[in-house]
């Protein structure tokens, strides 16, 4: 787990401009926008879940860590090791949403989508890296998801 010298748990967004995003804060405190409102995806168990989440949007923070502009996916690390790997266009109204549910540390935020299935909604999240995949690349190789052990 990435922390501030301070020794605060932290999110890494990579980029040309890294950020290191304290979680244990309020959310008010973060230095971007807040987003509050309810996100709906597919749980992994096939249910739909709708919930209110409070978060940052994910594309406010791939642009103030100046994401790479041959990116095409972003890969998300949760701090069990679980990797994800969305491609931009997923991620329109994705949020990175402060801690949601068993499994989940509090303060340590979850990845979510109306448009990405519950395996790749991670949990736990501590990394974003840019990923420049070829067309026709297979994502599934820069992944390992929970249903996958």
């Given amino acids: 787990m990435t922390q501030t010298p301070e020794g605060r748990p932290t999110v890494r967004i990579d980029g040309a401009d890294p950020i290191l995003l304290p979680w244990d804060v309020a959310p008010e405190t973060l ?16 249910d739909r879940i709708e919930r209110e989440y409070t978060g940052v949007a994910v594309f406010d923070l791939l642009e103030a ?8 996916h972003v890969q ?15 991620l329109n109204g994705a949020v990175l949403a402060l801690g949601d549910g068993p499994g989940t540390e509090p303060g340590r935020p979850r990845f979510v989508s109306p448009h990405i299935l519950g395996p790749r909604t991670v949990k736990n999240v501590c990394r974003l890296r840019s990923r ?18």
């Fill in 65 to 72: 860590a100046a994401m790479p502009g041959d990116t095409t």
């Fill in 132 to 149: 420049a995949l070829a067309a026709g690349a297979d994502r599934e190789a820069y992944e390992r998801l929970p249903l996958d052990d």
């Fill in 31 to 46: 230095p971007f926008d807040v987003v509050r409102g309810p996100v709906a995806f597919e749980c992994a168990s096939g």
């Fill in 76 to 90: 998300f690390e949760s701090a069990n090791g679980d990797l994800a790997c969305i491609p931009l266009a997923d």
